[in-house]
């Protein structure tokens, strides 16, 4: 069983940045990938940022420029650097991790953008 802690949440004001941390209880250079989704108030939760394995990444059309994911493999931690951040990105942010034989979510963490 893999435990993910989530850190970094909070209230900032609009152009203002956050950084998420998500450290693993297992070896993060086992995962297929490992990132960041978002679940606003009574939408469904979509994928914010990924890196694979291989260290390929992918973001959604939404982050791109103003995010960035990063790893820290003998850490076993994932950070999310979320810059120029504005209203629309108010949501709950979840790390994921997909291992070979299960995938696994953290509690989640709110990222509030407001003046």
């Known amino acids: 069983q893999v435990q993910l802690v989530e850190s970094g949440g909070g209230l900032v004001q609009p152009g203002g940045s956050l950084r998420l941390s998500c450290a693993s209880s297992?070896?993060?250079?086992?995962?297929?990938?490992m990132g960041w989704y978002l679940q606003a108030p009574g939408k469904q939760r979509e994928l914010v940022a990924a890196?694979?394995?291989?260290?390929?990444?992918t973001y959604a059309d939404s982050v791109k420029g103003r995010f960035s994911l990063s790893r820290d493999n003998a850490r076993n931690t994932v950070h999310l650097q979320m810059n120029s951040l504005k209203p629309e990105d108010t949501a709950v942010y979840y790390c994921?991790?997909?291992?070979?034989?299960?995938?696994?979510w953290g509690q989640g963490t709110q990222v509030t953008v407001s003046s």
């Open positions: 890196i694979t394995g291989g260290g390929t990444t």
């Open positions: 297992g070896r993060i250079i086992s995962v297929i990938a």
């Open positions: 994921n991790a997909e291992y070979p034989h299960a995938r696994y």
